[in-house]
């Protein structure tokens, strides 16, 4: 949105709810910024930890709420939507910005009851209800469909990070309530393409949280047939359990792995650039629930070839043989398949890493989500 065409919205309040600071930092400090553009007020609520800071730094402001984000327990969720309400009231907010789905849950019933009409549910995906294939998982993603569509008013707007989500809340993707962002979005120019490592071996890494809904598992388990068949390759795991996460992958078995030949686990990092100037291809071999992973973007835009798996979101980004290769979710053998290959074709990989940064600027950039997150709140808010 160019500056010409921008309404004055100076002194409207926008109020962004989502449960933990550092995940508001890692994927939304641009929505702030663009909010900010616009000339909003804007104040984030969430649990506060270690990055206040970071947000404070956009201009916005931090107002500190406790919830506990692994329980939707009625009571726990009612006691803090009544909170949460006090401070929209406080804050006299014109609009509304939940992120996730407790957020969405919690935080529309707080607008409710603060009177807060104009409202954007970011669904960032279903997370391991979305992963779930079974009976329990359809009965529970009906379950999410009926909440949250009961708590929309005529001034909410959905904003999804892939095509797939929507038709979930039974909503058109194409439709005007829908607004489809390339995820986080990604800075082109902080994270560059840099040389490959030297071949062999083709060193694989997973950057995420140590969650067996992201696969972590299944790229263990392949890169060990990978290894068994002869294939050079080498697996590098970055990430930290997730302790709210019901799919937290045990310290111990994180440990074992790293003791594995081959299997290195790291813990978190902050320097992605660093991993991926130190590797060949990025996998996230995920069973599902994604909205669209930073991980990946990251990836693609250092100009790395990517395995990935057949769920909305990862699909999203990557095209198969072309941005690197998609696989079945929950299918080691075709992941190990997808690494034996890929490990006798070092031309093959850097073709594929030279798409994957061509893709992740066409759309996925920081600028593309914030000039997208500015229409969508200037049109709720000029309505």
Same mark, same amino acid.
């Given at each position: 949105?160019s500056?010409? &065409?921008?309404?004055?919205l100076?002194?409207?309040k926008l109020?962004?709810?989502?449960?933990e600071?550092?995940f508001f930092?890692s994927?939304?400090l641009?929505?702030a910024?663009?909010?900010?553009?616009?000339?909003?007020d804007v104040?984030?609520?969430?649990?506060?930890r270690s /990055?206040r800071g970071a947000?404070?730094?956009?201009?916005?402001?931090v107002?500190?709420?406790?919830?506990?984000?692994?329980s939707?327990?009625?009571? #726990?969720a009612g006691f803090?939507?009544g909170?949460?309400?006090s401070?929209?009231k406080?804050?006299?907010a014109?609009l509304? /910005?939940?992120i996730a789905?407790? @957020?969405?849950?919690?935080?529309?019933?707080a607008?409710?009851?603060?009177?807060?009409?104009a409202?954007v549910?970011?669904?960032t995906g279903?997370?391991?209800?979305g992963a779930r294939?079974?009976?329990?998982?359809?009965?529970?993603q009906q379950?999410v469909?009926?909440?949250?569509?009961?708590l929309e008013?005529?001034?909410t +707007?959905?904003?999804?990070e892939n095509?797939?989500d929507?038709?979930?809340?039974?909503?058109?993707?194409?439709?005007s309530?829908?607004?489809i962002?390339g995820?986080?979005?990604?800075?082109?120019d902080?994270?560059?393409?840099s040389?490959l490592p030297?071949f062999?071996?083709?060193k694989v890494?997973?950057v995420?949280?140590?969650?067996?809904?992201?696969g972590?598992? &299944? #790229?263990?388990?392949?890169?060990?047939?990978a290894?068994?068949q002869?294939a050079a390759?080498? &697996?590098s &795991?970055y990430g930290?359990?997730d302790? @709210?996460?019901?799919?937290?992958?045990?310290?111990?078995?994180l440990?074992?792995?790293?003791?594995e030949?081959?299997i290195a686990? /790291?813990?978190p990092?902050r320097?992605?650039?660093?991993?991926?100037r130190?590797?060949h291809?990025?996998?996230?071999p @995920?069973?599902?629930?994604?909205?669209l992973?930073?991980?990946?973007l990251?990836?693609a835009a250092c100009?790395?070839?990517?395995v990935?798996?057949d769920v909305?979101?990862c +699909?999203?980004?990557?095209?198969?043989e072309?941005?690197?290769?998609?696989?079945p979710? !929950?299918?080691?053998a075709s992941l190990?398949?997808?690494?034996?290959s890929?490990?006798?074709r070092? !031309?093959l990989?850097?073709?594929?890493g030279e798409?994957?940064r061509?893709?992740?600027l066409d759309g996925?950039t920081e600028?593309?989500?914030?000039?997208?997150?500015?229409?969508l709140?200037?049109?709720?808010?000029t309505s």
């Amino acid at each position: 949105m160019s500056a010409a &065409l921008q309404p004055n919205l100076h002194g409207r309040k926008l109020v962004f709810v989502v449960t933990e600071d550092w995940f508001f930092v890692s994927h939304f400090l641009p929505m702030a910024r663009a909010a900010r553009e616009l000339g909003l007020d804007v104040a984030v609520v969430t649990r506060v930890r270690s /990055h206040r800071g970071a947000i404070e730094a956009t201009g916005a402001r931090v107002i500190p709420l406790e919830a506990e984000r692994r329980s939707l327990n009625p009571m #726990a969720a009612g006691f803090a939507a009544g909170q949460l309400a006090s401070i929209l009231k406080a804050e006299r907010a014109d609009l509304v /910005h939940c992120i996730a789905l407790r @957020s969405i849950l919690v935080g529309g019933f707080a607008a409710m009851l603060a009177g807060v009409g104009a409202r954007v549910y970011a669904l960032t995906g279903l997370g391991f209800l979305g992963a779930r294939t079974d009976g329990v998982g359809r009965l529970s993603q009906q379950a999410v469909r009926l909440l949250v569509r009961s708590l929309e008013t005529g001034r909410t +707007r959905y904003l999804f990070e892939n095509t797939d989500d929507p038709r979930l809340l039974g909503l058109d993707p194409t439709g005007s309530r829908v607004t489809i962002v390339g995820g986080a979005g990604i800075d082109p120019d902080a994270l560059l393409p840099s040389p490959l490592p030297a071949f062999p071996p083709l060193k694989v890494a997973v950057v995420a949280r140590m969650l067996w809904s992201k696969g972590i598992d &299944l #790229a263990v388990e392949a890169v060990r047939a990978a290894r068994a068949q002869g294939a050079a390759v080498e &697996l590098s &795991l970055y990430g930290a359990p997730d302790p @709210s996460n019901p799919k937290a992958i045990p310290e111990e078995t994180l440990e074992a792995w790293n003791a594995e030949p081959g299997i290195a686990w /790291h813990g978190p990092t902050r320097d992605i650039a660093a991993v991926w100037r130190d590797h060949h291809v990025a996998c996230l071999p @995920s069973r599902g629930g994604e909205g669209l992973p930073r991980t990946l973007l990251e990836a693609a835009a250092c100009g790395r070839a990517i395995v990935t798996t057949d769920v909305p979101g990862c +699909r999203t980004l990557v095209r198969n043989e072309v941005e690197g290769k998609i696989v079945p979710p !929950d299918d080691a053998a075709s992941l190990t398949e997808a690494f034996v290959s890929l490990a006798a074709r070092p !031309d093959l990989v850097a073709r594929m890493g030279e798409a994957a940064r061509i893709r992740v600027l066409d759309g996925f950039t920081e600028r593309n989500v914030m000039d997208a997150v500015k229409g969508l709140y200037a049109e709720i808010l000029t309505s």
